[in-house]
């Protein structure tokens, strides 16, 4: 790990600023600071609901699946040895001695010479190992005529064939998705054991800021920022908490964030978080407890003067008002913190990735990672990425007309148009 002392600082230099750091050198001092920040487990029932939650145990199956040996064709269960050398010239006669249905425990037993009528899904009858496709079958009265030969274990599914009994099927960490929910279910659990929710504050700051248009008057804007960073936070597992709008006066703000900090395991708020007069966030972060501020201001456009803190091991992140550079530090450092809550470790979240030309050249300062947002569109073979030229940070039309971002690196100065760029996708289409 990199000492604090000998992390580079980029050559981007912000009126006001110390020094600003990189994207990764900013989340890694951050992450250092925090220490120890896993949550406790929780048991939950199985639901849907447990969606993208994170597993705090192995899971070990207790039973097999499928449970019993089954039929995966429609037809019949015989011994393959029965069939050796069947084909519509030479079928092999078999006695038909009984019926097996969905649901049905098997009561005949087949024996050489016979064979049981099946059905998909349906338990095999014992002495069969195999069973023929009815296509591959000729029915005469009480007999069958087996017109293709089956190998043993054709057509059926094994008994524990997809899980073992005391097998490990799911590991700690695992973040659930749709089809690892269906594997609990089918192995019959009805708890189990996963991380709790983090539960995280969001506080906007401002007094220009109003909640709802009624309350609009000249030089007021409408609050954006909570309700984004809230879905944000549900999109990503965690429990948003409401602390409104707080005035731009330190001992509101001051209040409100002690309450936020008692009660979740991190706090957003936004604005106020630069070094202008009404930016008071910075200080009130180190007057609020210890270590206090670990960062103050990253070489990123757009979204420079984002701050990262830790209150008593709290991590606290203070998000630009603007909310084109709310959203993106949003992506850079809750996202993956939200992450390092529930002990999944992510740098940053992984996105689908696509490959189109520039219609025209973008200009990038050295030194900073750069965040253009752009839209594709097909214009014959090629994918086209068009910059989205309104693009300030406080523009939030450039993020909702975007389909993906063009991540300028720190040293990469710009690129010319027509370069091939490779994108990251923010909205499928
Ligand atoms: P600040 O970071 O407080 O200097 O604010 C920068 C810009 O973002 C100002 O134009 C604010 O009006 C705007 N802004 C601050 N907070 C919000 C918010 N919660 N929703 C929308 N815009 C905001
Ligand atoms: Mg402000």
Same mark, same amino acid.
């Given at each position: 790990m990199v000492s604090h002392d000998t992390i580079s600082t980029p050559d981007v230099r912000d009126r006001g600023f110390q020094r600003l750091l990189y994207v990764d050198d900013a989340w890694e001092k951050f992450v250092e600071a925090l220490d120890t920040v896993s949550l406790s487990v929780e048991d939950v029932s199985i639901s849907a609901s447990l969606i993208n939650r994170v597993l705090a145990e192995d899971i070990v199956s207790? +039973?097999?699946?499928?449970?019993f040996a089954r039929a995966a064709m429609d037809g019949y269960a015989v011994k393959a040895e029965d069939t050796f050398g069947a084909s519509n010239t030479n079928p092999k006669k078999l006695e038909i001695v009984g019926n097996v249905d969905i649901g049905d425990v098997p009561s005949v037993v087949v024996v050489s010479g016979t064979a049981v009528k099946i059905t998909t899904g349906a338990p095999i009858p014992e002495g069969a190992n195999a069973v023929v496709m009815v296509e591959d079958t000729e029915k005469q009265d009480s007999y069958i005529s087996i017109l293709a030969p089956v190998t043993p274990g054709k057509n059926l599914a094994q008994q524990?064939? *997809?899980?073992?009994?005391? *097998? &490990?099927?799911l590991r700690k960490g695992t973040i659930l998705r749709p089809a690892d929910l269906a594997l609990l279910k089918a192995i019959g659990l009805q708890k189990i054991s996963v991380i709790r929710q983090p539960k995280i504050g969001v506080l906007s700051t401002g *007094?220009?800021? &109003? *909640?709802?248009a009624t309350e609009l008057s000249p030089a007021k804007i409408i609050d954006s920022n909570r309700i984004m960073l809230k879905a944000q936070i549900l999109e990503d597992g965690g429990i948003p908490v409401d602390y409104g709008i707080a005035r731009d006066d330190p001992d509101e703000i001051k209040q409100r964030l002690e309450q936020a900090l008692h009660e979740c395991d991190a706090v957003l708020v936004s604005g106020g978080t630069s070094v202008g007069p009404k930016d008071f966030l910075p200080r009130i972060i180190e007057e609020l407890?210890?270590?206090?501020? +670990?960062?103050?201001?990253?070489? +990123?456009?757009?979204?420079?003067p984002v701050a990262l803190g830790v209150i008593n091991k709290k991590p606290i992140i203070l998000l630009p008002g603007y909310p084109v550079a709310a959203f993106l530090n949003y992506e850079l450092f809750a996202f993956p913190l939200l992450k390092l809550l529930q002990s999944v470790f992510y740098s940053k979240r992984p996105r689908d990735k696509i490959k189109a030309r520039l219609n025209r050249r973008v200009s990038s300062k050295p030194g900073q990672r750069d965040f253009i947002r752009v839209q594709l569109s097909e214009e014959g073979q090629n994918l086209i990425a068009s910059v +989205?030229?309104?693009?300030?940070?406080?523009?939030?039309t450039s993020l909702t007309r975007a389909d993906a971002l063009l991540i300028v690196p720190e040293d990469v100065e710009g690129i010319e148009e027509g370069t091939e760029v490779e994108l990251e996708l923010v909205r499928y289409f």
């Open positions: 207790p +039973i097999s699946i499928p449970p524990g064939e *997809d899980v073992k009994k005391g *097998d &490990v099927v *007094d220009e800021l &109003v *909640d709802n407890g210890k270590p206090g501020l +670990i960062v103050h201001g990253v070489a +990123i456009g757009p979204g420079r +989205i030229t309104r693009r300030g940070a406080g523009v939030l």
